[in-house]
């Protein structure tokens, strides 16, 4: 009886080779011609200067298309029907997808993400509660890495559907400072001092844009609050408005303007009881 088995194994085993050998090597072949495509294509879109979210997004897309072809091959070659393989994958991938709700809706804003473009690499965004420069855009994830150097990945879900303020689409940005003087000093004396100060900045936009100006905003608690209004490119934005805040504040102080800050006045009061101690 065991002589039998074993004689039908080695048959059904001789006969199954074929298929065996051509299935393995058809799995060889088929890396090896992935490799080249996608070599090909890798190729093709750095000639084409293809923006790199947009880049490695396809180049995800196609190489899993790719795979999931060679695997099918190889399943057919095998001698298996694949009608009943595509169906059992088709409902394994339904029940994958009710499962993986929202791992879905980030893969539909990575998609949303790549083709509209809201943002790139490269890009200082705020989005989520989180400011930083765009390091990678993923299928499934984006991730910023903020100003003190950490890494900070939102889902794409929730970038797709939520407000995302890009500070470097646009190659000028308006400042807009408010400085605080004392209700004593002079209003006319100190936006001359402010406004001298912007004109004589190096990079602020003079022209193109509308001019410098220094404005009273408002009456505070403290002071008058005075606005400042100047453009500036986008790359200069933070070391100009770093610069020009010491240069207000150090020009105020030569100039003897003060600036009011919080106060509080505790008055004592003797009362009665101890007057008579």
Same mark, same amino acid.
């Given at each position: 009886?065991?002589?039998?088995?074993?004689?039908?194994?080695?048959?059904?085993?001789?006969?199954?080779?074929?298929?065996?050998?051509?299935?393995?090597l058809?799995?060889?072949?088929?890396?090896?011609?992935?490799?080249?495509?996608?070599?090909?294509?890798?190729?093709?879109?750095?000639?084409?200067?293809?923006?790199?979210?947009?880049? $490695?997004?396809? +180049?995800?897309?196609?190489?899993?298309? /790719?795979? @999931? =072809?060679?695997?099918?091959?190889? *399943?057919? %070659?095998? #001698?298996?029907?694949?009608?009943s393989?595509?169906?059992?994958?088709?409902?394994?991938?339904?029940?994958i997808?009710?499962?993986?709700q929202?791992?879905?809706?980030?893969?539909?804003?990575?998609?949303?993400i790549?083709?509209?473009?809201?943002?790139?690499?490269?890009?200082?965004?705020?989005?989520q509660?989180?400011?930083?420069?765009?390091?990678?855009?993923?299928?499934?994830?984006?991730?910023?890495?903020?100003?003190?150097?950490?890494?900070?990945?939102?889902?794409?879900?929730n970038?797709?559907?939520?407000?995302v303020?890009?500070?470097?689409?646009?190659?000028?940005?308006?400042?807009?400072?408010?400085?605080?003087?004392?209700?004593? $000093?002079?209003? +006319?004396?100190?936006?001359?001092?402010? /406004?001298? @100060? =912007?004109?004589?900045?190096?990079? *602020?936009? %003079?022209? #193109?844009?509308?001019?410098?100006?220094?404005?009273?905003k408002?009456?505070?608690?403290?002071?008058?609050?005075?606005?400042?209004?100047?453009?500036?490119?986008?790359?200069?934005?933070?070391?100009?408005?770093?610069?020009?805040?010491?240069?207000?504040?150090?020009?105020l102080?030569?100039?003897d303007?003060?600036?009011?800050?919080?106060?509080?006045?505790?008055?004592?009061?003797?009362?009665?009881?101890?007057?008579?101690?």
């Amino acid at each position: 009886m065991l002589e039998e088995y074993t004689n039908a194994f080695i048959r059904n085993f001789i006969a199954f080779l074929p298929k065996l050998i051509g299935a393995a090597l058809l799995l060889i072949i088929g890396i090896w011609v992935i490799r080249l495509i996608m070599r090909f294509i890798n190729r093709i879109m750095s000639k084409r200067n293809l923006d790199v979210s947009v880049a $490695e997004f396809l +180049h995800d897309i196609i190489l899993w298309g /790719l795979r @999931i =072809i060679l695997i099918i091959a190889v *399943i057919s %070659k095998l #001698g298996i029907p694949t009608t009943s393989f595509i169906a059992a994958l088709g409902a394994a991938g339904l029940a994958i997808g009710m499962a993986l709700q929202g791992s879905l809706a980030n893969f539909a804003g990575g998609v949303l993400i790549i083709i509209f473009k809201p943002f790139r690499v490269g890009d200082y965004i705020t989005a989520q509660g989180v400011s930083g420069t765009v390091d990678e855009i993923s299928i499934f994830t984006t991730k910023l890495i903020t100003d003190t150097n950490q890494m900070a990945v939102i889902p794409n879900g929730n970038l797709s559907n939520d407000k995302v303020l890009n500070y470097s689409t646009l190659p000028h940005r308006r400042e807009m400072m408010d400085i605080e003087i004392d209700y004593g $000093e002079n209003i +006319h004396k100190a936006k001359e001092i402010i /406004l001298q @100060i =912007i004109n004589k900045h190096p990079d *602020i936009i %003079k022209e #193109g844009q509308p001019a410098p100006m220094v404005l009273v905003k408002e009456l505070g608690k403290h002071g008058v609050i005075l606005q400042l209004r100047y453009w500036t490119t986008t790359g200069d934005f933070w070391a100009t408005r770093w610069d020009i805040l010491e240069q207000i504040k150090k020009t105020l102080e030569v100039e003897d303007i003060k600036i009011p800050y919080e106060q509080k006045q505790i008055h004592i009061v003797n009362s009665p009881e101890s007057k008579k101690a």
